[in-house]
């Protein structure tokens, strides 16, 4: 899922035409020379006793980070009609510089997370809207391979069904961040994206929008996927993910197609364990009747779909449910490496072709660790021996092996879920 946040108010008029002074001052070592439109700055008066020259401010330093990107992109073939369209009126945006910091102490559990993704209003919304999708959208299905709820269930993820994209330029959102500089290399490559777009004509400056991260349209598409993905699916010379909804889902489709998704297979389905399952074999991938073979049912008794190479997930642990799930579950990770939005994906369109709700009830006794008591357990469990990687907060492959490690130590059920009782054991 991404963020979203409204702009700051306009920067002063001036900012523009500082970007080309300072082009032009930073320009003299490797630069080709800049036309300044604006006039030379003096240079500071000297007198007996100078004081230390004051920090240029941060206006300024993101005026000359701008101005240095600008070179890097015209070398790169974006013409001066494009740099002025973008960078004219650019702005820094505080607001993302703090959520691009932002760490979240607390998390949320996947049902509290699941339980706004796949509530009833969403389910119902959705399925009002797919019922009302142009003729144009019916032939996406058949084209790429991928259902239309999946399709629709993305929509609704990102964007509530275009409700809202986001309300951020997408050229000062990525600009920012560059400025930022936490994550510079990768924004401004989605930046030279941002231009490159802007340049094609698919749209206009002031209509490329969305979220404080560079995530853009119906479908929050980040610059570089729609310069590959993107799809003009109504023919009309454009590739609009804002406002034209056949492109929206060809695009959509386009990039799972192209990222793995297998015509015909489901994305997964919610099962029933044997009892006395080892749950540490959960991340074995083997094919489905190879599961079948080993006492794993559907919960409706029905023979397990035909998954070549299905994986177990138990997002909640031993005590919740259990999914099977396939390719194409990973596929819809590659649009968003969140276990919890892809499991969000998945419910939601099920729910939107007419299918179940999970059946399995969730263990919602248990709270979710937050980041610093989930950082205090892998520091713990390392310290026991039981290896979790670099202590950081954040649950991965190395820490789930770590608790499912201590757990078989203990005899416990090794589902490699984090506890607050496990915590409380282990200190």
Request: glycine letters at 10%; proline letters at 8%.
């Amino acid at each position: 899922m991404h963020t979203h946040s409204r702009p700051s108010p306009q920067a002063p008029r001036w900012v523009a035409p500082a970007l080309l002074t300072l082009a032009a001052l930073g320009g003299c070592a490797s630069a080709p020379p800049v036309e300044a439109l604006a006039p030379v700055i003096p240079a500071p008066v000297v007198v007996a006793a100078p004081a230390p020259e004051p920090e240029i401010d941060s206006v300024a330093k993101f005026a000359r980070w701008v101005a240095e990107f600008s070179v890097s992109a015209r070398a790169a073939g974006i013409t001066e009609a494009t740099l002025h369209q973008a960078f004219d009126t650019v702005r820094l945006i505080p607001h993302v510089i703090t959520s691009d910091k932002a760490q979240p102490e607390f998390t949320r559990t996947v049902w509290a997370y699941l339980d706004t993704a796949v509530s009833p209003q969403r389910v119902a919304r959705g399925q009002t809207r797919m019922r009302n999708l142009p003729v144009e959208v019916d032939g996406v299905p058949g084209r790429y391979g991928v259902p239309m709820e999946i399709l629709a269930a993305i929509w609704g993820m990102e964007s509530n069904y275009g409700s809202f994209m986001g309300d951020i330029p997408t050229i000062d959102a990525l600009a920012t961040l560059g400025f930022e500089g936490r994550r510079e290399d990768w924004a401004r490559g989605q930046l030279l994206a941002a231009l490159k777009i802007l340049q094609s004509g698919d749209i206009a400056r002031v209509d490329m929008i969305g979220s404080w991260a560079g995530a853009m349209g119906q479908t929050q598409f980040l610059p570089s996927n729609y310069l590959a993905y993107a799809v003009d699916a109504d023919g009309d010379g454009r590739r609009d993910i804002w406002g034209s909804l056949p492109d929206v889902m060809a695009s959509t489709a386009n990039f799972l197609t192209r990222s793995g998704w297998q015509r015909g297979q489901p994305w997964g389905v919610e099962v029933r364990l044997p009892t006395g399952f080892d749950y540490a074999r959960a991340d074995t991938s083997q094919p489905a009747s190879n599961w079948a073979a080993e006492g794993v049912q559907s919960m409706d008794g029905e023979t397990l779909p035909a998954l070549t190479n299905g994986t177990l997930l138990l997002p909640a642990g031993a005590r919740g449910p259990v999914f099977l799930v396939g390719v194409n579950f990973r596929t819809i990770l590659r649009y968003n490496n969140s276990t919890s939005y892809a499991l969000g994906v998945s419910l939601l369109a099920q729910r939107l072709a007419g299918g179940p709700a999970v059946q399995t009830a969730w263990p919602r006794d248990l709270q979710a660790l937050t980041r610093t008591q989930l950082k205090n357990l892998q520091t713990a469990l390392n310290t026991r021996g039981f290896d979790s990687g670099t202590p950081d907060g954040i649950m991965g492959p190395a820490t789930r092996s770590g608790i499912r490690d201590y757990q078989r130590s203990l005899s416990l059920p090794a589902d490699g879920y984090p506890t607050l009782e496990l915590l409380q054991r282990l200190q």
